[in-house]
């Protein structure tokens, strides 16, 4: 047995997709090689079969019969009229006596006598499920291809329209004028076999004709602007359509699969959700305010040689699980593959979009190939669900867009990040889920309206440790985030308080009409960190000590403080990653110490954090100087000089010394401090600094600087 790369038939357009499955199905059926396989590689299906190229195209010419397509309950169909195209279409295959057609004969008469006895008041829906119970088992893989049967209503397939009947196109009778064209019209005789072999290898030997191929390829759809002229005709490869509708029978819904209150309608066909407006810039679905999107498919692609039955048996058991429920939509989907939700050896799937364009009409649009490969933190996403959830259901189309767009770029980053993941210490897929959730969550803040209009909608929070371990890129802004939104201290509460309006009381936090510690404005970073610092240490000195305004479970090295007092950090992402990390437990997760050499820093900021620290120990009468909200007073006015010297006054009255800042080699006087420009940085970064914790060690690195030597005794 060789492989035959069939050329003609790729992953995508959908209609090639489906003929590789129609392909292998008929020659598998047909008995042309009943041990043939099929498998995907490098984009091109591939048989592997005992046929030669000859062979395969001699085997389908002469012997292949159509499969009994038929749609009797469509009006176009060609049973429910008494003449017409469509009327002479069924008659010709359903009478005819060549062998060919001995497929048909039952069946048409089967559904002529259904049709006939049929109630003029019988519905759609009834007329199928009748049917259905009474057709031969030839024609239920149809009918179970173009809809779902296990509930009260039928639901039609989405990429079969409305049960085979896509706009004007009657499925079942084109395929039968295909066939026709094919087999019964002696003008195309000689036609037959190019266009077979341009079908199979893409030898482009024959011409296509003039015929609707529909949604199912794209660009040969016909419309504006396809071909010479301002509108074009739909052209098709009359196998093209054969083969593709023959695939399509692998689509049937299961009747076992019954629907659950989880579960959508779509989801009862094989590798079937609902559309995801996320993953792919070939489709802007936005809100589908212009188009209506009627679900996706994700169709497989496995590189091992598999029989009809093994294909048959995936394809009938097609799903995605995630966390033990079937994927309903196109993110779910892709959360469940990036999780190995699927099994069966699948590498790729190709994801195509069904959706109705205003002027296009129905499009089978390829989104994409998706690799089949766990991410390793696709499973910290459970963490979100029930967020997402009531997110999804808050945000309808009267919801203003500014929240619509912040459930989109969520959904876009939990979809990239499943798609292709991260790797080594590039950390940005997964940072940008966490900061898709902080940009939410600083928003949706500010709005009482929305957070009481979406009912159940709670503040996001608690996210484990695994986060900020797969959101940590070992970045000084990200270094800097974690140790400002680290601060907390159970007497005055953890940052986040600061920047929302949030109750925090163990591990449930709820919104509150007021909350006077949240001081977070739309200012820029530095003068919303000093004004944190303001309101903690003030809170801190209520309390009885100041320097509880400082207790964190991170710290930041020198270095990347220089860096930020520098100006030399994006501020914006510093931001972002403060509010994104102030929703998680960052207690326990442990980071190793950053050390480096000691940088440049301005001399007021080495000075002033000898007292904006957390102290070595929680003794109250500790002889440590504490935060003073003198100083901080000092600074808003752009007096640093002056905030300098009065920090000096208190590090003597705690017996510590500070050297001048000017050594011009005269004697030290505290008044050199007034000589202190402006020249370094703003009293309002010296000020946001001094609210970043820093390590112990750095902090005595610091004294070592800033304060003499006590003279021994």
């Given at each position: ?15 090639n997709?489906l003929?590789a499955?129609?392909v292998l199905?008929?020659i598998?059926?047909q ?8 498998y995907?590689k490098d984009?091109?299906f591939?048989?592997?079969t005992?046929l030669?190229?000859?062979s395969l ?15 009797p ?5 060609g049973?429910?009229?008494?003449k ?8 010709k295959?359903?009478d005819?006596?060549e ?14 006598a259904i ?18 119970n009474?057709?031969?088992d ?7 291809a173009?809809?779902s049967?296990?509930?009260?209503k039928?639901?039609?397939a989405?990429f079969?329209g409305?049960g085979?009947?896509?706009?004007k ?7 039968l004028?295909n066939?026709?064209?094919?087999f ?5 005789e000689k036609?037959r076999?190019p266009?077979l072999?341009?079908a ?6 024959e011409?296509c004709?003039?015929s609707?191929?529909?949604?199912f390829?794209p660009?040969?759809?016909?419309g504006a ?7 074009g005709k739909?052209?098709?490869?009359p196998?093209d359509?054969?083969l593709?509708i023959?695939g ?6 299961s009747?076992t699969?019954?629907l659950s209150s989880?579960?959508?309608?779509k ?11 996320v ?12 188009q209506k999107?009627?679900g996706?498919?994700?169709m497989?692609l496995?590189?091992?040689?598999s029989?009809l ?10 799903r995605?699980e995630?966390?033990g429920?079937?994927a309903t939509?196109g993110?779910d ?9 699927v099994?069966?050896?699948?590498k ?5 979009s ?9 499009m089978?649009?390829?989104?994409g190939?998706?690799e089949?490969?766990a991410?390793?933190?696709a ?7 029930t ?7 808050a945000?309808?189309?009267?919801t ?9 770029e ?5 979809f990239?990040?499943c ?9 940005s897929?997964?940072?940008r ?7 939410a969550?600083?928003v949706?803040?500010k709005?009482p ?6 009912k159940g ?6 996210l ?6 797969a959101?940590?890129?070992g970045?000084?802004?990200?270094e800097?985030a974690?140790?400002?939104?680290s601060?907390?201290h ?7 308080t600061?920047l929302?309006?949030?109750?925090i009381?163990g591990?449930?936090i ?5 909350n006077?510690s949240a ?5 820029d970073l530095?003068?919303?960190?000093a ?8 809170d ?5 000590n100041?320097a ?7 710290r930041?090295?020198?270095t ?6 520098a ?6 992402r510093?931001?972002?990653?403060l509010?994104s990390?102030s929703?998680?437990?960052?207690g326990a997760?442990k980071?190793?110490?950053?050390t480096g ?9 080495r000075?002033?954090?000898?007292l904006?620290?957390s ?8 002889a440590?100087?504490?935060p003073?909200l003198?100083?901080?007073s000092?600074l808003?006015?752009?007096r ?6 009065r ?16 050594m011009?080699g005269?004697?030290a006087?505290d008044?050199?401090?007034r ?8 009293p309002?970064?010296i000020a946001?600094a001094?609210?970043i914790p820093?390590?112990?060690s750095?902090?005595?690195s ?12």
């Amino acid at each position: 047995m060789n492989p035959i790369p069939l050329e003609g038939c790729t992953p995508e357009p959908l209609m090639n997709y489906l003929k590789a499955l129609g392909v292998l199905k008929i020659i598998i059926e047909q008995n042309f090689d009943s041990e043939a396989r099929g498998y995907w590689k490098d984009g091109i299906f591939h048989l592997y079969t005992s046929l030669t190229e000859e062979s395969l195209v001699e085997a389908f010419s002469k012997s292949y019969q159509p499969s009994p397509i038929l749609s009797p309950w469509n009006e176009a169909a060609g049973f429910k009229k008494k003449k017409g195209t469509d009327v002479e279409a069924v008659r010709k295959a359903g009478d005819s006596i060549e062998h060919r057609y001995a497929r048909f004969k039952p069946s048409v008469s089967s559904a002529r006598a259904i049709v006939a006895e049929a109630k003029a008041a019988d519905d759609k829906d009834d007329l199928i499920l009748n049917l259905r119970n009474k057709l031969p088992d030839d024609v239920l893989q149809w009918i179970d291809a173009c809809g779902s049967y296990g509930s009260e209503k039928c639901q039609f397939a989405p990429f079969l329209g409305t049960g085979g009947n896509v706009g004007k196109m009657e499925i079942s009778i084109n395929y039968l004028k295909n066939n026709s064209i094919l087999f019964d019209e002696e003008k195309h005789e000689k036609s037959r076999d190019p266009w077979l072999r341009s079908a199979l290898f893409s030898s482009n030997e024959e011409r296509c004709i003039f015929s609707s191929v529909s949604q199912f390829a794209p660009g040969q759809a016909g419309g504006a602007n396809a071909t010479q002229g301002t509108e074009g005709k739909s052209m098709i490869n009359p196998w093209d359509f054969i083969l593709m509708i023959e695939g399509s029978l692998f689509l049937s819904s299961s009747t076992t699969r019954k629907l659950s209150s989880q579960r959508t309608a779509k989801s009862a066909f094989p590798f079937t959700v609902d559309v995801s407006a996320v993953g792919s810039s070939a489709l802007a679905l936005s809100d589908l305010d212009n188009q209506k999107g009627r679900g996706e498919l994700w169709m497989p692609l496995w590189s091992r040689p598999s029989s009809l039955g093994e294909l048959k048996s995936l394809f009938a058991e097609g799903r995605a699980e995630l966390r033990g429920r079937q994927a309903t939509n196109g993110l779910d989907f892709a959360r469940a593959v990036a999780g190995l939700g699927v099994d069966r050896g699948i590498k790729h799937f190709m994801r195509f979009s069904i959706v109705e364009f205003v002027k296009a009409g129905v499009m089978a649009t390829p989104l994409g190939q998706f690799e089949v490969a766990a991410k390793n933190d696709a499973s910290l996403l459970k963490e979100i669900d029930t967020w997402l959830s009531t997110m999804k259901r808050a945000c309808n189309d009267k919801t203003p867009s500014r929240f619509r767009a912040l459930l989109r770029e969520t959904e876009k980053a939990i979809f990239d990040y499943c798609q292709h993941g991260d790797s080594g210490s590039d950390k940005s897929r997964f940072q940008r889920i966490l900061i898709s959730l902080g940009n939410a969550e600083r928003v949706i803040a500010k709005a009482p309206k929305f957070r009481s209009d979406a009912k159940g909608l709670r503040p996001l929070g608690s996210l484990s440790a695994g986060w900020v371990a797969a959101a940590d890129d070992g970045s000084a802004e990200f270094e800097i985030a974690l140790a400002l939104a680290s601060l907390d201290h159970k007497a005055i509460g953890a940052l986040r308080t600061n920047l929302e309006d949030v109750e925090i009381r163990g591990n449930s936090i709820s919104w509150v009409d007021r909350n006077h510690s949240a001081v977070w404005s739309a200012v820029d970073l530095s003068p919303n960190l000093a004004a944190i610092l303001s309101r903690r240490v003030m809170d801190a000195d209520k309390n009885g000590n100041a320097a509880d305004a400082l207790k964190s479970s991170h710290r930041a090295s020198l270095t990347a403080v220089a860096q930020f007092i520098a100006g030399e950090l994006d501020e914006a992402r510093t931001t972002d990653l403060l509010w994104s990390l102030s929703l998680c437990e960052l207690g326990a997760y442990k980071r190793e110490n950053l050390t480096g050499e000691a940088p440049v820093l301005p001399a007021a900021y080495r000075l002033l954090k000898l007292l904006f620290h957390s102290t070595s120990t929680d003794r109250k009468d500790t002889a440590e100087p504490l935060p003073n909200l003198g100083i901080l007073s000092l600074l808003r006015a752009d007096r640093t000089p002056e905030a300098c010297q009065r920090a000096v006054r208190i590090l003597r009255g705690t017996g510590l010394t500070a050297k001048p800042f000017a050594m011009r080699g005269f004697p030290a006087r505290d008044s050199e401090w007034r000589d202190l420009t402006h020249t370094e940085c703003t009293p309002a970064m010296i000020a946001a600094a001094l609210l970043i914790p820093i390590s112990h060690s750095a902090l005595d690195s610091l004294k070592k600087k800033m304060l003499r030597e006590k003279s021994p005794s």
